[in-house]
């Protein structure tokens, strides 16, 4: 069945510093693949997307690229800071077989705090 | 503001009681689905719904159940809940057509 790995967290980062948070994929077919986010104390937000390979998603400074040829798609960040702390999925979204509908698989989550 | 509002934000339940979580949405989506949301576990989905017929239910315990009245509102009905229960429930709507799905803020579930 389609999944999702992400990198086990924690992640504990300074202000400004660099981020990244892996994610790989299996599936059948050409999912579509997101980034959302969760505050805390709230529900996900989409972060970003993107929905065939070599796209890049982008929103709020964090990008990723949907690389088919290593099903990833890693978040990055250049400068991260304290308003990012927050737990990151990564999912896909793929057709449920004979339902017409679809679903999204995510990963675990990994959280991200950023120290001042 | 996400569109999706989800009541209670916090329930606190006994094992014999009966309640239910209720999901609205206002964004016109034909599709909304209910998650579970336990620690250090990925997001599990329970329940799909598009244009207020049931499409999946992935082998939720039927003290989970789930009615979708019409295309803007959602409800979980709990009965005798086990401790292990115990989890954030996310609901999300879309569009049937695969397009983002929006989530609400959830409701913080505590079986006691």
């Known amino acids: 069945g389609d999944s999702v790995t992400q990198m086990e967290g924690p992640v504990t980062l300074s202000e400004e510093a660099f981020l990244t948070i892996n994610c790989t994929y299996t599936?059948?077919?050409?999912?579509?693949l997101f980034w959302y986010v969760q505050y805390p104390g709230e529900g996900l937000q989409l972060l970003l997307k993107?929905?065939?390979?070599?796209d890049k998603g982008s929103n709020k400074g964090f990008e990723a690229t949907y690389r088919k040829e290593t099903t990833s798609f890693h978040l990055e960040k250049g400068s991260v800071q304290v308003s990012d702390s927050a737990v990151y999925f990564c999912?896909?979204?793929?057709?449920?077989?004979?339902?017409?509908?679809?679903?999204?698989?995510f990963g675990k989550g990994t959280k991200l705090s950023v120290i001042p | 503001e996400t569109g999706v509002t989800q009541t209670p934000r916090h329930l606190v339940m006994g094992m014999t009681n009966k309640k239910s979580l209720k999901c609205e949405q206002h964004?016109?989506?034909?599709?909304m689905y209910w998650y579970k949301q336990s620690a250090k576990k990925p997001l599990e989905l329970m329940f799909v719904?598009?244009?207020?017929?049931?499409?999946e239910n992935n082998s939720v315990p039927s003290r989970f159940s789930p009615e979708c009245p019409n295309s803007s509102h959602l409800f979980l009905h709990l009965h005798t809940l086990q401790p292990e229960d115990s989890a954030l429930y996310l609901c999300?709507?879309?569009?049937?057509?695969?397009?983002?799905?929006?989530f609400g803020q959830g409701t913080r579930l505590t079986v006691v």
């Open positions: 999300a709507s879309s569009q049937d057509d695969g397009s983002v799905a929006f």
């Open positions: 599936a059948t077919g050409y999912p579509s």
């Open positions: 993107a929905t065939k390979a070599d």
């Open positions: 999912a896909l979204r793929t057709l449920y077989s004979g339902a017409g509908s679809y679903q999204l698989t």
């Open positions: 964004l016109g989506h034909n599709a």
């Open positions: 719904y598009s244009l207020e017929e049931r499409v």
